[in-house]
């Protein structure tokens, strides 16, 4: 992504992790469900960067650069970014933080892997003779609603 300028969610917050790790602040992908002008949640990865003395401070790129691709004034363009920059909206429910965690036992260092990383919920089985996880797919559904 950071050659070709192009990249899904998942690219982007991962790319924006590594850069603020790479100046010193603390960062992680996140990957979960959002509900966004739709019924049905739908996969979704963001981020999040570390502030001493405040904590976590989250953020989605992917939504804040929608504002580029939507007819809108400058100053609500502007106003939409910057709250991205800094806040999400309430319709996340997250899976997985740090979605680049080291892998245990780590791997010789000449190896090669793009570490597999999940936006919903798995089923893993050591002892199945089946894909168990893609047998659970069809029986798993999420629906979220506003709660009074």
């Given at each position: 992504?950071?050659?070709?300028?192009?990249?899904?969610?998942?690219?982007?917050?991962?790319?924006?992790?590594?850069?603020?790790?790479?100046?010193?602040?603390?960062?992680?992908?996140?990957?979960?469900?959002?509900?966004?002008?739709?019924?049905?949640?739908?996969?979704?990865?963001?981020?999040?960067?570390?502030l001493p003395?405040?904590?976590?401070?989250?953020?989605?790129?992917?939504?804040?650069?929608?504002?580029?691709?939507?007819?809108?004034?400058?100053?609500?363009?502007?106003?939409?970014?910057?709250?991205?920059?800094?806040?999400?909206?309430?319709?996340?429910?997250?899976?997985?933080?740090?979605?680049?965690?080291?892998?245990?036992?780590?791997?010789?260092?000449?190896?090669?892997?793009?570490?597999?990383?999940?936006?919903?919920?798995?089923?893993?089985?050591?002892?199945?003779?089946?894909?168990?996880?893609?047998?659970?797919?069809?029986?798993?559904?999420?629906?979220?609603?506003t709660v009074?």
């Amino acid at each position: 992504m950071f050659e070709t300028d192009h990249g899904d969610c998942g690219t982007q917050s991962m790319l924006f992790s590594a850069f603020c790790r790479s100046l010193g602040i603390p960062a992680r992908a996140i990957g979960g469900y959002q509900m966004l002008q739709s019924e049905t949640p739908g996969s979704h990865f963001w981020s999040e960067y570390y502030l001493p003395g405040y904590g976590w401070v989250p953020n989605d790129l992917t939504i804040a650069e929608a504002a580029d691709y939507v007819v809108i004034p400058d100053e609500k363009r502007s106003a939409f970014k910057e709250y991205y920059a800094t806040n999400l909206d309430p319709t996340r429910l997250v899976v997985q933080k740090n979605v680049d965690a080291p892998m245990d036992p780590a791997l010789p260092e000449d190896a090669v892997i793009f570490r597999v990383v999940r936006q919903g919920p798995a089923i893993v089985s050591d002892t199945a003779d089946y894909d168990i996880d893609l047998f659970s797919q069809e029986r798993f559904s999420i629906s979220l609603a506003t709660v009074d």
